[in-house]
């Protein structure tokens, strides 16, 4: 695979969690992370398109992790660009431990987006030339397992600081993942680690709002579906289904 780009990292003692792995908010940080510095790469930085009132957006995505690293773990994190259509950008991801050996897949379904005014616009030709793209795919989505079940009871509510927004001012995906995570009870976040994560997010939440995260856990085997919504109207702002594995010590 010639059309990728890496970035090695080293894991630090603040991105673990109790049991000595990396956290999933570190995996999808690492993730973000590697994405903007690809950005970088081409000259095109998120701060310059920012300058502009222009960024990227997720839109959907999904993570698989065989296992996560550990404390002082070296990984490699690669990514590339699958496919384009007019207005986004499909991004997949690889992560692999000191022996070459995949640990992680990833892939993100982007939008380039107007920040002003709240749309999409059209991809700069520059920036698919500089990119380019390759045909494969590191993960299939599965948008089916997002849309089965209902929204489930009631598990937490969080209101949005200005620490939970970005420079696009909504809240990042990142922190979802997060209010996802303080949702679930912490004797089962004790026994389990989270497998599969397939997401999709609908609205902006943004400073004020008050997410509702809603689990329904009737799925069996450990599968669960979150909705979260806005809890003054009920407009739904993302919703995910996860698979969760026992951890082995």
């Given amino acids: 695979m010639n059309d990728f780009f890496k970035r090695d990292y080293n894991l630090r003692y603040f991105e673990m969690n109790k049991h000595g792995m990396a956290s999933p908010v570190t995996i999808l940080t690492l993730l973000e992370e590697t994405a903007a510095d690809h950005c970088l790469n081409i000259g095109y930085s998120l701060y310059d398109l920012e300058k502009q009132n222009i960024g990227w957006v997720l839109t959907s995505g999904v993570i698989e992790m065989t296992r996560y690293p550990k404390y002082k773990e070296n990984i490699t994190v ?20 000191e022996d070459e050996n995949i640990i992680g897949k990833a892939k993100g379904r982007w939008v380039f987006y107007d920040i002003q005014n709240r749309k999409p616009i059209p991809i700069f030709d520059d920036i698919i030339q500089k990119w380019k793209f390759n045909l494969k795919s590191a993960i299939e989505e599965n948008p089916e397992l997002i849309n089965q079940g209902g929204e489930g009871d009631l598990k937490n509510e969080f209101c949005i600081y200005r620490s939970d927004i970005d420079s696009y001012k909504h809240v990042s995906n990142i922190r979802y993942l997060h209010f996802l995570l303080e949702s679930l009870p912490e004797d089962f976040l004790d026994k389990y680690f989270l497998k599969t994560i397939n997401a999709k997010f609908f609205s902006e939440a943004k400073f004020g709002d008050k997410i509702q995260v809603y689990i329904d856990d009737n799925l069996g085997n450990n599968n669960f579906l979150h909705t979260m919504k806005n809890n003054a109207d009920n407009k739904k702002f993302a919703r995910a289904h996860t698979q969760w594995e026992n951890i082995v010590s």
């Fill in 78 to 97: 690669l990514t590339w660009l699958s496919k384009y259509t007019l207005v986004r950008g499909y991004r997949e991801n690889l992560i692999l431990d």
